[in-house]
């Protein structure tokens, strides 16, 4: 009687559990679904948030600006997007700032592209060239500080707009010198083209200036307040869902494809290894874990940014940044690299 009596017991409270209401959360991306995204929705296809008690959505992204611009305005609880634009809303929006939680790209992915042979294979002789860009590029923001950390003067670069299918097609067809991009994305797109990788001059950010950090999961600052358990939650997950791309990168790319099935599997993957390998899994990364920023160095990165930018004030790093919804270091240790 005792042992039917637990059974029961058991069965009541399994159903108490199922019963207590999910916390919903509306995640926006950066970008399309592409192969670096993989980790947010691997997690949510094998349930990682769910089983934390999370009602997940996620929807592509337009860029880091819109993604910043959706989270302050409410329509999402949390996201993805560059830091750097972060440091800058968070500047010129004292009342709305919104708070990093887990840095993805350790790294900033930004880059300039050139063909040889057109003149350009350092940074000083960009100066006097013509780029090509979005305007809410990222390359293109964090131009300034690429400019003052390679001591050229970045008001003698001119830059024109272009949207983002037509930035790789305009440096092909010669109608600009060089172009700024996301390194993995860029480099890709050019191959996708016809150009081969020997054919191109990269100019990296990061071989620059090691200060800079890229993208990261941002959420609104009383949403957080509000639901400390669910952000936590979300990045225990999230977490889960890196270790298995890292561990199976074509399970990831399988989730990018279930959202859009028109995606050249092979080029993703690649994508995907490229983030990873350059921005993901970094020295730092694997010293201090996934989602760790060094203190001193964001700090770094705060100052560059705000020089750069002519911002009005400079952050605290508790303005921009907290650790306090990581999971343990333990949980985030990862090593090798993605083949």
């Known amino acids: 009687?005792?042992?039917k009596a637990l059974f029961f017991i058991g069965l009541l409270l399994a159903g108490l559990a199922l019963a207590q209401p999910r916390t919903n959360l509306r995640f926006t991306l950066d970008f399309a679904f592409q192969g670096p995204q993989a980790p947010f929705l691997l997690a949510l296809d094998k349930g990682y948030y769910a089983a934390e008690g999370l009602n997940v959505t996620i929807d592509r992204g337009f860029g880091s600006a819109d993604a910043i611009s959706r989270i302050a305005a409410g329509n999402y609880e949390m996201g993805f997007a560059d830091i750097n634009s972060l440091i800058e809303f968070n500047v010129r929006n004292p009342s709305n700032q919104l708070l990093a939680v887990f840095m993805v790209y350790n790294t900033t992915p930004a880059a300039v592209f050139a063909l040889k042979g057109r003149g350009i294979s350092r940074p000083a002789d960009l100066v006097g060239k013509t780029l090509a860009a979005p305007a809410g590029d990222a390359g293109r923001r964090l131009f300034p500080v690429f400019a003052e950390a390679t001591g050229i003067d970045a008001s003698r670069v001119n830059f024109i707009n272009v949207d983002v299918p037509l930035r790789e097609p305009t440096l092909v067809r010669g109608q600009a010198d060089a172009i700024t991009g996301f390194y993995f994305t860029s480099l890709l797109n050019l191959k996708n083209l016809g150009v081969k990788p020997e054919d191109l001059v990269v100019l990296k950010y990061a071989d620059f200036t090691q200060d800079l950090y890229g993208n990261a999961v941002v959420v609104r600052r009383d949403f957080a307040q509000a639901n400390p358990q669910a952000v936590a939650a979300f990045l225990r997950a999230l977490v889960r869902g890196f270790k298995d791309v890292i561990a199976n990168p074509d399970e990831g790319i399988a989730a990018v494809k279930r959202r859009d099935g028109l995606i050249n599997e092979a080029l993703e993957r690649e994508r995907l290894v490229l983030a990873f390998n350059s921005h993901v899994l970094t020295a730092d990364s694997r010293a201090f874990g996934l989602g760790s920023v060094r203190r001193e160095r964001?700090?770094?990165?705060?100052?560059?940014?705000?020089?750069?930018?002519?911002?009005?004030?400079?952050?605290?790093?508790?303005?921009?940044?907290?650790?306090?919804?990581?999971?343990?270091?333990?949980?985030?240790?990862?090593t090798g690299s993605l083949r």
Do not use: C, Y
């Open 298 to 334: 964001m700090e770094r990165n705060i100052q560059a940014v705000s020089k750069a930018f002519g911002l009005p004030a400079t952050l605290r790093l508790e303005q921009l940044w907290t650790d306090r919804f990581l999971p343990p270091i333990a949980e985030r240790r990862v």
């Open 1 to 3: 009687m005792r042992a």
